[in-house]
């Protein structure tokens, strides 16, 4: 059975960073995209930010490019999200997924979703 298991959320202050990542089991995911998604209390699921199976390719959310960086490790089936200065805006649950990269689209839809792990911000 696949299963992403997301962890390292948490409660930071604002100007703080946290290091996400996302496990993933029960299969290779060769030529899978790996994203981050988040929703806030009251809001959509949003983007945030995608890598492809090679790591050369990513995409993030206009307004988090140069604040939050993806990256992966295929040895480990571990994708991670480095988020700094974080803001109380950030806070949201992050959702880890994945889908084939030939149909990456940013809002899915994504084959395999972890639980999702809550990242708060106190301002």
């Known amino acids: 059975q696949v299963q992403l298991v997301e962890s390292g959320g948490g409660l930071v202050q604002a100007g703080g960073s946290l290091r996400l990542s996302c496990s993933a089991s029960?299969?290779?995911?060769?030529?899978?995209?790996l994203a981050w998604l988040r929703q806030a209390p009251g809001k959509e699921r949003a983007f945030v930010a995608a890598?492809?199976?090679?790591?050369?390719?990513?995409v993030y959310a206009d307004s988090l490019k140069g604040q939050f960086t993806i990256s992966r490790d295929n040895a480990k089936n571990t994708v991670y999200l480095q988020m700094d200065d974080l803001k109380p805006e950030d806070t949201a649950v992050y959702y880890c997924?994945?889908?084939?990269?030939?149909?990456?689209?940013?809002?899915?839809?994504?084959?395999?979703w972890g639980q999702g792990s809550q990242v708060t911000v106190s301002s």
């Open positions: 997924a994945a889908t084939v990269d030939s149909k990456f689209q940013q809002y899915g839809p994504y084959d395999y």
């Open positions: 029960g299969r290779t995911f060769s030529r899978y995209t």
């Open positions: 890598i492809t199976w090679s790591g050369v390719n990513r």
